[in-house]
RNA sequence: CGAGUCUGCCAGGCAGCUGCUGUCCAGAGAAAUGCCUACGUAGUAGGUGAUUCUCUGGAGGGAGGAAAGUCCGGGCUCCACAGGGCAAAGUGCCAGGUAACGCCUGGGCGGCGCGAGCCGACGGAAAGUGCAACAGAAAAUAUACCGCCUAAGUGUUUUCGAACACCGGUAAGGUUGAAAUGGUGCGGUAAGAGCGCACCGCAUGGCUGGUAACAGUCCAUGGCAUGGAAAACCCCACUCGGAGCAAGACCAAAUAGGGGUCCAACGGCGUGGCCCACGCUGGACCCGGGUAGGUCGCUUGAGGUGCACGGUGACGUGCAUCCCAGAUGAAUGGCUGUCCACGACAGAACCCGGCUUAUCGGCAGACUCACUAU
């Protein structure tokens, strides 16, 4: 398919999807801003899940607007993306970073986890048993 | 035209590409279920209604004036509750508005401003307890430091006239302070003092106006009594049960455990020397509680807009008309181009009424002051 879209089955939704991704993160992509942590799934798509704490980003308007960015950088590249869960974190400099900049950290950093991805593939067999 | 006051409104626009999330319409598919028909009494096949979910297409909607702080008030929900009282907390000029308020409107009083206007924890200090640094004589049953007065009494000095000290009188004058016990004038006096008088002020009572707060100063009375602070306690009047949508209601896997019915009643394990006996252990179905998860609550409301009427006004009444976010890892956007005044503060989370705080600017109306012109 072709449509550039961003269901809710591209999203983490439970709790329990945060936790995987936290307890056995297998990629990991770093930025003084962002954090990217992620973990293969037995999906056949890449999924986005958020958290991004008051405690860094102030107001509420920042925190949407952030949240808003990261989900269409990852709309926009999510066919070039492999299986797997990405949660991404923010850190206390985000809220002073702007919009055309942040577009391009996440463009970064997806990409590393691509080539993680492609380096070191997940064992299937050991991961669904797990 | 300049300076200013009050009230109301707006919150970058337009275009293209591309997302998210509710609603409605149309189509397709799936699920379990009700009804009807046939065979038949176990179920099978077909038709059909509504419901839910998924997908596709289309239409239309999608943050704020503060969504914020969570400071008040109410609705709603659950819990508690015979009735009454106390405590705690809050409010505090009067009248009205309201579902209610600590809000709003109108009025009174006090203060600020030339003015339009603005500001005001604005009940009680002769119920009681306590408080007031420093300074000052004295900070509340007033007081005598300086000053003023007096020379009767006591004493000293003496130029024998008197002078001075003590005692005594005095709140006019001085000094301190945020604040000092009515003001001015005349009389009065040894000097003074509401001691007396006049005027002003004050208090109490009456009268008049006002629903009232209060005002008038019209009359009488009182020489004046009651300094401040209630944001120290307190007194008086009034209001008040508690918790909050993670309120609360419903559906409900898997696993473990509980209760019941039926089947098997054979076997196994334990107690015991052995038998009997007792306890534990099996399968199927049903029931109740209830976790994950889901649904409802969840947006039609003290609702908006327009007109008419009542009211000084807040607001009320009637009619017409409109439906205007409802998310739940949490939507309401991203990018590009373009225009200009170059875009502030800032993001709904059950819902309303307020208050407070943040805020780039812009628009409209009413009014005030100053200057010029007529």
Redesign the pocket.
């Given at each position: 398919m072709s449509?550039?879209?961003?269901?809710?089955?591209l999203?983490?939704?439970?709790?329990?999807d945060?936790r995987n991704v936290f307890e056995q993160a297998e990629y990991k992509a770093g930025h003084p801003a962002l954090l990217l942590l992620a973990r293969s799934n037995q999906c056949n798509h890449a999924r986005l899940?958020?958290?991004?704490a008051k405690r860094n980003i102030k107001?509420?308007?920042?925190?949407?607007?952030v949240?808003?960015?990261i989900?269409?950088q990852f709309?926009?590249k999510q066919y070039q993306l492999p299986a797997i869960d990405i949660v991404v974190i923010a850190r206390r400099p985000l809220a002073d970073i702007d919009?055309?900049e942040l577009?391009q950290c996440m463009v970064k950093l997806l990409a590393k986890l691509s080539r993680q991805y492609e380096k070191n593939p997940p064992d299937r067999s050991s991961s669904s048993t797990a």
């Amino acid at each position: 398919m072709s449509t550039y879209e961003f269901p809710r089955s591209l999203r983490l939704l439970r709790p329990g999807d945060f936790r995987n991704v936290f307890e056995q993160a297998e990629y990991k992509a770093g930025h003084p801003a962002l954090l990217l942590l992620a973990r293969s799934n037995q999906c056949n798509h890449a999924r986005l899940g958020l958290v991004i704490a008051k405690r860094n980003i102030k107001f509420a308007t920042g925190r949407n607007r952030v949240k808003r960015i990261i989900r269409e950088q990852f709309r926009l590249k999510q066919y070039q993306l492999p299986a797997i869960d990405i949660v991404v974190i923010a850190r206390r400099p985000l809220a002073d970073i702007d919009n055309a900049e942040l577009h391009q950290c996440m463009v970064k950093l997806l990409a590393k986890l691509s080539r993680q991805y492609e380096k070191n593939p997940p064992d299937r067999s050991s991961s669904s048993t797990a």
